[in-house]
């Protein structure tokens, strides 16, 4: 006889998750033992692979404008500790990951004022070394680093690697557009991605995203006038072009809408309010009415969640960027700014964070800091990444970003969760979950049957069985354990839970 093989904990990834309301025995000892009626329960049912699904797509959209280096460095010092937490998880992560800047460009009659090219990077990936760094060690034709099934495509460690490639210096468009970045590299803007990125973006991997941005994201229609200079027919770069001056605060103007003194929603302004040179706004949010300019955070957040069947779980996003309040708006001087009248004064948003006493600093700002670091509200880039269940923010102000990157690192890993059971879950005449659970076995003949196991509970801890345990990185509820001596292929379980109208043992 073959030597006996010990039992195996199963780490089960969830395939399906399903809602119904069904006839179940649920007293009659399929689903943890005891007796009694037959009754109607609303169930909650997943579906498991027994194979963990360690793959993890992780795209990294990284300013590369004026004071960015900064930024870059600041990451770049806690990539060796975000590489440790990612390679301490249970299961050896199949890692992509690429790195994307937000240079759309700015398709403009004024593109020789503004310093933009018309497309920029267009979302293709990043992978040049520069700097002092003069490899990267990426294989020859790679755009993205990749570690499946033990192999990498690149010499070196990993950290090394990706600090090398994300240092994308400051040679940027002054217009950020993260987000349109990210849509145009991953292909969800409804066009096939760069030819670069072939390959990156796998159907069955889990989706890391992570911002670092100094401005706010000011992604426009290709067919947008918001960089023009020729507005109107008034070709004026001054603040009696129709839009006002052409710079960065056009992104705040017609992106975002917020609660002026008085409590009426607003666009922040392009002239003062009489007699005032500054403004305090509140509660602002992405403008996705037809007077913003810019391209919707909701067709964003559409367009990366139909990537994934099941976004919730699927997606996390996170974004190192400026605090969104305070908000405020400030009109100085125009020195040495082009076609300007004597006196005329300029529109800006004030920092959210930065140096003390800064003019162009909020003065309201509570995170001071003394490296240099500045940020403009990110109201657009927060409300992303807050709509989405899996998520994160940090400040770009923060000194160091070691306690970001590592919890940025743990939500990534524990992406590859064990299968996870939001309801409150029925419990038996006995007290056990009221769950049932059937595993498809593959037979020495190669024929797959059906095999029902109990709660360990019931079988003293004897395999096969399966139990529950508190949920831990982003689930809630409770995530299914299996203990097995026979590796099964897949499986279901099926618990009966509480819900509005239904009464049962454990309600």
């Known amino acids: ?5 010990p039992p195996r904990i199963a780490s089960w990834s969830a395939g399906a998750l399903a809602l ?10 399929g689903q943890g033992g005891g007796n009694g009626p037959l009754r109607v329960s609303v169930t909650e049912s997943t579906v498991f692979s027994t194979t963990p699904n360690t793959r993890v797509d992780l795209v990294f959209v990284i300013d590369n404008w004026a004071n960015a280096t900064l930024y870059q460095e600041k990451l770049g010092d806690q990539i060796p500790a975000f590489v440790r937490v990612l390679q301490s998880q249970p299961h050896p992560l199949d890692l992509h990951v690429a790195i994307v800047s937000p240079d759309m460009g700015a398709p403009s009659d004024a593109t020789s004022s503004i310093g933009c090219s018309p497309a920029g990077d267009d979302g293709a990936f990043r992978s040049a070394p520069r700097g002092t ?14 570690t499946g099934n033990g192999v990498s495509n690149f010499s070196g460690d990993l950290a090394s690697t990706l600090e090398c490639i994300s240092m994308l210096g400051v040679v940027g468009c002054g217009f950020d557009q993260p987000l349109a970045a990210l849509d145009r590299a991953l292909g969800a803007d409804g066009s096939p991605p760069p030819a670069a990125n072939a390959g ?10 992570v911002f670092l941005a100094d401005q706010d994201d000011c992604s426009a229609p290709r067919n947008t006038q918001l960089f023009s200079l020729e507005v109107g027919g008034s070709n004026q770069q001054n603040i009696m072009n129709a839009l006002g001056p052409v710079d960065h605060y056009r992104c705040n103007r017609y992106g975002h809408l917020c609660k ?5 929603t607003v666009m922040p302004p392009v002239v003062p309010p009489s007699g005032a040179t500054t403004l305090d706004l509140a509660d602002c949010t992405s403008n996705d009415t037809p007077s913003g300019l810019l391209t919707p955070v909701s067709q964003f957040i559409t367009d990366i969640q139909a990537l994934k069947p099941d976004p919730d779980n699927q997606i996390f996003v996170s974004a190192i960027i400026g605090p969104t309040t305070p908000y405020g708006v400030s009109w100085l001087p125009a020195e040495g700014r082009q076609n300007v009248q004597p006196g005329e004064l300029w529109p800006q948003v004030e920092h959210s964070c930065g140096i003390a006493g800064d003019d162009e600093v909020n003065p309201q700002a509570t995170q001071l800091v003394t490296d240099g670091s500045m940020a403009d509200p990110g109201v657009r880039l927060a409300q992303f990444v807050n709509s989405f269940r899996n998520n994160n923010l940090g400040s770009i102000c923060d000194p160091s970003y070691l306690s970001t990157m590592q919890a940025i690192a743990s939500k990534v890993g524990a992406l590859p969760s064990p299968p996870c059971l939001t309801g409150a879950i029925q419990q038996t005449g006995n007290g056990l979950p009221d769950c049932a659970v059937t595993a498809a076995i593959v037979a020495t003949n190669g024929a797959l049957t059906q095999a029902t196991y109990q709660n ?16 831990t990185g982003t689930c809630g509820g409770q995530t299914v354990n299996i203990v097995e001596t026979t590796p099964s292929t897949n499986g279901t379980m099926t618990c009966a839970i509480c819900a509005p109208g239904v009464s049962g043992p454990g309600c």
Not at 456 to 471: N, R, V
């Open 20 to 29: 119904g309301a069904v006839a179940l025995g649920c007293e009659s000892g």
């Open 200 to 209: 990156f973006l796998r159907d069955d991997a889990y989706l890391a995203i």
């Open 1 to 5: 006889m073959p030597p006996k093989m």
């Open 456 to 471: 360990c509970a019931l079988t003293g801890g004897a395999a096969p069985c399966w139990s529950l345990s508190p949920g």
């Open 260 to 264: 002026d003194p008085s409590g009426e």
């Open 133 to 146: 760094c003069t490899t990267s060690g990426l294989e020859s034709g790679a755009t993205y680093l990749s």
